[in-house]
Structures are given as structure tokens and as C-alpha cells.
């Protein structure tokens, strides 16, 4: 097959490391404003900056990718409006990144034509996924990290003519599919979707006896591979991860894979560019499918960072370096759930071999045998190159930016909510099981996991069937066929819990399909977008605060449902550690206790104390949900369920 050029995307998470990428000379930077933005723990950027630094990288033909790629509440889509306009008005960009459909409808009406990117937390993970995503108006996907080159290969023969595919090549891996973890967001209200995650899976965890990080992945790197990659012409861009990475890692990580790409003769040097990005260890995962690189097979070594050395005698701790460290060195001491984990710059120099000494305040306060980590380096030249950038950047005219005073044109009187005032609608409860049920009361309805038995689940027409959280390639044509052959026995309910399974069907308009809860609705113009898809109803996202969900009924254009009850998924992923089995129950440092479970190919994480908001169903009957939903999940043998509430983000912002 012909090679073509693929575009090499770098992330920045501020200025240093935008003018980092510049210096590389990447193909293309994406980056976040200070709302709304995936990685908000990033500094990113002010409107005001963006503009400056946008220009700064047309002048050197780099394009450059807004990340607007987070969950949107729908009491902030005015909000999202203003900054869309904001956006078309200041900045020069090529591409919005977008997780949620509502931000869709708001940039047409901000104004803006540029190219709409589907982020991978919009979790379109095969193959027949890329219509829909095509005709809800995406011209690039950025495809799952837990994907094989098989399964690239494989969106790459149905690939919709004028549709590009982003690849990750490098940096950080989730536990959780994208789009698909809510660790963060159940245990302490922080989403992983609203880019608040605050990294649960990267802690110590105890089962039985052992304590591990059975969670933390070391990081992905197609490197070598990249050969094979550049022969798929419908990749058109590696993406490098790492919004929150130092200009260091921004820097060399681009290097290291534009050889990779223009001279992979030079493969060495590239290897060594990617160790000194200063990175965890990284492995290929799942990228050879029949040589798999296990991501969470380490000795709980997966720290960012180049590995120093351990601190030694904590009455006056010091640690003897492996590597020369220069002026300007920033150093991690210890681990973060550590009380005594620090930054330290490194204000002289130390050879290698050589003692590094920590502040007196640190005096046994950090323990014997602590790990330390060269966290970023800002050697000679590279700082040169940002200097010199920095000086051109501050003669470029600020343009300044005033409030945006047009006002939201997605208000609510523009939607005939499907609800009518003279007639009350008919209530229907859904109870779901991985198994076969005994026959419903007339009031109620039963559901299924359709995947629970490798596509045998017996079914009679009545039964809403649901589709799992994430299907992969190899596994479409047996999801497929299932759904063909349970139409032809009269199946008209189905649960799809991913949008772009829509495109599994060939006549929406004839079914009664629903976006279910993993699907992540969180507002009105996302439904409306659903709509405009062929969706029948909604079962919102139950990660949502009391406010969110009462309030979208009201201007809802299809009928809504939510799950008041039932064990919701930490996480689900596509790989499990080595030291954990289906069953396994264990504890986190705050002794909250989760189980594993596997269903067809996909691994759950389950917390042990479920969803519940059966306190304020009749509240919610009363704001105009019609459908509720009972999730069923086996609990195992060995796990104990906490008698806790179930509330989730009820009472809380939804940060």
C-alpha cells in the first residue's frame, strides 16, 4: 500500500509548551481554554493568549485544534455559546474537539465553519459508527487507544469518503475506555468527562493481603509500529497525548516521531528522543494483537518521569542521582498520595553519581527507599527556541477581548418539548439483568444485556435489548447479525449506549431506539441532535446533579428516562491487571470496596454500594421522566455491600 504523510498533532497545555511544539515544528497543536476543556487540571489558555499564539503558529503553517471536548451541563450552554462566538471572533483555528453533540448546533450558530473533530470520549469504537458520525457532521474520528492495528485497519476499509482517522501514537493510558470511566466522578464528584478526573486508578489498592497498583497503566507508544501505521491512508494524524506534559516531553516527543515518520532508518535516535521526554515506561498494548504488550504488567513502577534514585537517611535526606541534573531541573519526590510529595526545582548543578540534598523542612518527614523523578528539563537549546518565540509572540498586537453580548439562540421557546399538558404520560419501568427474566408485570418491562451469552440471550418481542457500553471491530458483525435476526422475530425496544450505534439499524425511524445511560446526555440540544439522528428517547446520564436533571424535561423533544436504581460501573475497560481475576473484591486506601466482573470482552469495575435515587422518583415523575431504570448486576461471593447513599452527584455542582 502506498505511504502517505501523515499530520503530527502535539498537545500544550500552556504557553511554554504551545511555543515547545511551535519550536518542534509540528503539523498541528490542540490545546483547551480555561472552561470546557478535557484537561482542566492543565493551565490552558485565555481566549485573549489563544489569539496571539494562534497567529504566531499560522505564520509558520501549523494548524491549530481547540479541545472543546468536555460534557456540558445544561444550564451552561449560553455560557458555551458566548465562548464559541468569543472563539470564531479572535481565534485562528482549524478544528473544534467535541465530546458532546450539543456543541454542534452552538458553533453553527457561534458562527464557525471550521472542521468538527469527535474525541475519542465520544467513544466511536467500530466501524459502522463512522456514518452516523459523518452525517452528525464530524469530518475527522479520533479512535480508541485500546485499539489493534487490526481494528484501525478495519475503520480504515469503511472510512466515509472525505473522513480522516486520528490515531494516538504516544503518552498516557486510561484504565477506562474513554468516555467510559466515572471512578473519579462517583468518588468525590469530579468527571473524568467534565476533564476534572483526579486519577483514583493510579492509587494503591488492596486485595486480600497484597496492595498493588492494579490500575495504573504504564504508557502507550506506537514508536517502531509507526512505520506500519503510515501505510493506512485514512490515518491522517498522529496525536501525540499530554496536555499536562512540560515542553520537554512536547518537544522531543514530536522529534522522536517525525523521524519515525519522514526517516525511520533513524529509529534509534527516535527511541532515544522518546526516552529523554521524560515519560512513564511505555509499551505498544494492544497495537500487535497477537503480541500484546500488557500495560498493567509492572512492579507498581508508573510514575511519569526519568527515575533518579531513592532517598537514603530521612533524618537528612539526600538521594545519589543516576543522572547529571542542571540548573532549572524540576524533581518529584515521592508518590502523590504521599503527605510529603513535593516539587523541587534543582537550583545547581550535580554530576551523576553525585549527592542531591532535600530541604531541611523535609527532615524525617519523607521516608527511607522514597522514589525521585526528573520531571522536566529545560536544556540550553530548547529554552534558546522559547525564548526567541516568546520575544516574537510579544510584539504581535493583543487584540483585545470584550464580553460577548449576543445572546444564547438556543433558548428554550425554540423547542416543542414532546410532553403534552392535558395528558399524563404512561410510566415505564425497566429492570436489566445480564440473564433471561420471568415474564413483567403489566406495568413493567424487562431488559437485557444483549452480549450477556456471546449473542444466544434468548429474547421474547417485548424485551427492551441493550448494547454494551463500547463495541469493538472484531465484535460488530456478531452484534449485527444478532440484531438482524431480533428484528425478524418482532424486536422493536432497544437501548444503545453509545450514539453512533444507531448506525447498526438500517430503519431508525421504524423502531422504538433509545440513547442509553452510558451514552452521557446531559442537555437539551445534545437531545435535539438525537433526534435529528432517528433516537426515540433518552435515558440521561446518571452522573448528573438535582439540578441538571430536573431541569431538562421541560424542553426535552423526546421523552426522557433515568436510572433511579442498580450498580453503576467505576469503570469499564478492555484489559484487566495480571493480579486480579472476574470475582476479585478488594479495597481502595480509603477502604471504599469494588469488585470485577466480565461480560463478553469488556471488564467492570463495580463500586460496593449501588446507585440510588429511588427517594426522589416521585420528584423526578413530577419534572416529566417517563421511563425508570433498575440496573442488575450478581454480586460475588467475598464482597460486601456498604450501607450507604446511592446519591451520587444528586447533591452535589458536578464538578
Not at 466501524?127 to 469530518?139: D, N
Not at 537550583?347 to 532535600?358: D, E, H
Not at 438556543?410 to 395528558?423: I, V
Request: charged share 25%; with cysteine; net charge positive.
Amino acid at each position: 500500500m502506498r505511504s502517505h504523510t501523515p499530520a503530527i498533532l502535539a498537545p500544550a497545555g500552556d504557553k511554554t509548551t504551545f511555543l515547545a511544539a511551535v519550536a518542534a515544528g509540528a503539523d498541528a497543536i490542540y490545546c483547551g481554554l480555561k472552561l470546557f476543556s478535557a484537561r482542566m487540571e492543565a493551565a490552558n489558555f485565555s481566549i485573549e493568549e489563544l489569539s496571539r499564539l494562534s497567529r504566531l503558529a499560522r505564520s509558520r503553517q501549523i494548524q491549530v485544534h481547540i479541545a472543546f471536548n468536555t460534557l456540558i451541563k445544561e444550564s451552561e450552554t449560553g455560557k458555551v455559546f458566548r465562548l464559541l462566538s468569543k472563539l470564531h471572533r479572535h481565534v485562528v483555528f482549524d478544528a473544534l474537539i467535541v465530546q458532546d453533540l450539543a456543541v454542534i448546533p452552538l458553533a453553527r450558530q457561534a458562527g464557525i465553519t471550521q472542521a468538527l473533530h469527535l474525541s475519542t470520549l465520544g467513544n466511536l469504537s467500530f466501524a459502522a459508527g463512522l456514518k452516523s458520525a459523518g452525517t452528525a457532521g464530524f469530518s475527522e474520528v479520533v479512535l480508541p487507544r485500546e485499539f489493534s492495528l487490526d481494528d484501525i485497519r478495519t475503520m480504515a476499509g469503511q472510512t466515509p469518503e472525505g473522513m480522516g482517522l486520528e490515531v494516538f501514537v504516544h503518552g498516557a493510558l486510561c484504565y477506562g475506555i474513554s468516555g467510559r470511566c466515572y471512578w473519579s466522578s462517583w468518588f468525590g464528584g469530579k468527571s473524568a468527562l467534565r476533564g476534572r478526573c483526579v486519577q483514583p486508578c493510579r492509587r494503591m489498592y488492596q486485595m486480600k493481603s497484597e496492595k498493588h497498583r492494579y490500575f495504573s497503566c504504564m504508557d502507550f507508544s506506537a514508536d517502531v509500529l509507526a512505520k506500519v501505521l503510515k501505510e493506512i491512508p485514512q490515518v491522517s494524524t498522529w496525536k501525540i497525548e499530554g496536555r499536562k506534559k512540560s515542553p520537554h516531553y512536547v518537544f522531543y516527543t514530536v522529534k522522536a516521531f517525525q523521524l519515525l515518520r519522514d526517516h525511520p532508518s533513524r529509529k534509534k535516535q527516535a527511541l532515544m528522543y522518546l526516552d529523554d521526554a521524560l515519560g512513564r515506561p511505555f509499551t505498544h498494548y494492544n497495537l500487535l494483537s497477537h503480541r500484546i504488550q500488557h500495560p498493567l504488567e509492572h512492579q507498581d513502577v508508573t510514575e511519569s518521569g526519568l527515575f533518579l534514585g531513592r532517598i537514603k537517611n530521612p533524618a537528612a535526606p539526600f538521594f545519589i542521582t543516576r543522572e547529571a541534573l542542571f540548573t532549572e531541573d524540576l524533581l518529584r519526590i515521592g508518590n502523590e498520595e504521599d503527605a510529603f510529595h513535593t516539587i523541587r526545582k534543582v537550583t545547581r548543578s550535580v554530576p551523576r553519581k553525585g549527592k542531591f540534598f532535600l530541604p531541611r523542612q523535609l527532615r524525617h518527614k519523607v521516608r527511607k527507599g522514597v522514589p525521585v523523578h526528573l520531571i522536566d528539563r529545560r536544556v540550553n537549546e530548547l529554552s534558546q527556541k522559547i525564548r526567541d518565540l516568546d520575544v516574537e509572540l510579544a510584539d504581535m498586537e493583543r487584540i483585545p477581548v470584550r464580553p460577548e453580548v449576543r445572546t444564547d439562540p438556543s433558548d428554550k421557546s425554540r423547542f416543542d418539548a414532546h410532553r403534552s399538558s392535558r395528558t399524563r404520560p404512561r410510566i415505564t419501568d425497566i429492570r436489566v439483568s445480564r440473564k433471561p427474566q420471568a415474564q413483567p408485570q403489566a406495568s413493567n418491562a424487562s431488559g437485557i444485556w444483549i452480549s450477556g451469552s456471546r449473542y444466544s440471550t434468548r429474547f421474547d418481542k417485548t424485551t427492551w435489548l441493550w448494547l454494551d457500553p463500547s463495541i469493538f471491530p472484531e465484535e460488530e458483525p456478531a452484534c449485527r447479525q444478532y440484531i438482524t435476526t431480533a428484528l425478524k422475530k418482532g424486536a422493536r425496544h432497544f437501548v444503545l449506549n453509545a450514539v453512533w450505534q444507531i448506525s447498526l439499524f438500517d430503519h431508525p425511524g421504524r423502531l422504538n431506539l433509545w440513547a442509553g445511560p452510558f451514552s452521557n446526555i446531559a442537555n437539551r440540544l445534545a437531545i435535539q441532535e438525537l433526534k435529528t439522528l432517528g433516537f426515540s428517547g433518552v435515558i440521561v446520564s446518571p452522573e448528573l446533579d438535582k439540578k441538571t436533571f430536573l431541569s431538562l424535561p421541560e424542553s426535552s423533544v423526546l421523552p426522557l428516562g433515568v436510572v433511579i436504581q442498580g450498580h453503576w460501573p467505576l469503570a469499564v475497560s478492555r484489559t484487566l491487571s495480571p493480579g486480579l481475576s472476574p470475582g476479585d473484591f478488594f479495597l481502595s486506601p480509603k477502604k471504599e470496596g469494588a469488585w470485577v466482573t466480565r461480560s463478553n470482552d469488556l471488564y467492570y469495575i463495580f463500586p460496593n454500594w449501588p446507585l440510588d435515587l429511588t427517594a426522589h422518583r416521585k420528584t423526578l415523575e413530577q419534572a416529566g421522566y417517563t421511563c425508570f431504570v433498575t440496573l442488575e448486576e450478581p454480586v460475588p461471593k467475598g464482597a460486601f455491600l456498604k450501607n450507604r447513599p446511592g446519591l451520587w452527584n444528586w447533591d452535589l455542582t458536578l464538578l
